[in-house]
């Protein structure tokens, strides 16, 4: 069986649950692997020191907030930062938070 | 008696405080608000339907978080926002968050 995710159309996506999404150091260092990776990954693949469930909300709350998109791959789901949404509503924001050194 | 408030200093600035103290549709009017008057004004002048108390906890978030700077004049406190050390800190992220229409 097929899950579908739901993910926020780009006209639906708000600015404070983007920043609140971003507002996290898990959340942040997803995102910054996510950018790194345009074809998307399995963030279960990353060493972020969280456990599995805890995981699964960060990625939830990425998802939902319309920060990343998420497929299931077989029993993987990979993640793909939305880029292109996110540029276009906020030109500028997801390259100061990348230029972000701390 | 003069309060002397406590700001970080640039290099103490955190992009996880910043986009916290972001994620807040009262703050982010008042730091819009701040964005068009490069001088500063005191935040009670804002119509943002909250209690003062309120507010005082909004201002402080932002101040601590290196968002606004807020400096005693008489009975006021007047905030600034501190674009600069944003601007040089997470070039393009603040102008992205006040680009938002929603």
Redesign the interface.
């Known amino acids: 069986m097929t899950t579908t995710l739901a993910h926020p159309a780009r006209?639906e996506?708000?600015?404070?649950?983007v920043?609140?999404a971003?507002?996290?150091?898990v959340r942040?260092r997803i995102v910054r692997a996510l950018a790194d990776c345009e074809q998307g990954l399995s963030c279960g693949v990353l060493d972020l020191g969280v456990t599995a469930s805890t995981l699964t909300h960060h990625v939830r709350t990425l998802r939902e907030a319309g920060v990343v998109h998420v497929r299931p791959q077989g029993t993987s789901r990979i993640s793909t930062l939305r880029r292109d949404d996110l540029d276009a509503?906020?030109?500028?924001?997801?390259?100061?938070?990348l230029?972000?050194r701390?």
Chains 1, 2 share one sequence.
């Open positions: 006209d996506i708000r600015i404070t649950s920043l609140h971003l507002a996290d150091p942040l509503l906020y030109p500028g924001l997801l390259d100061g938070v230029a972000a701390r």
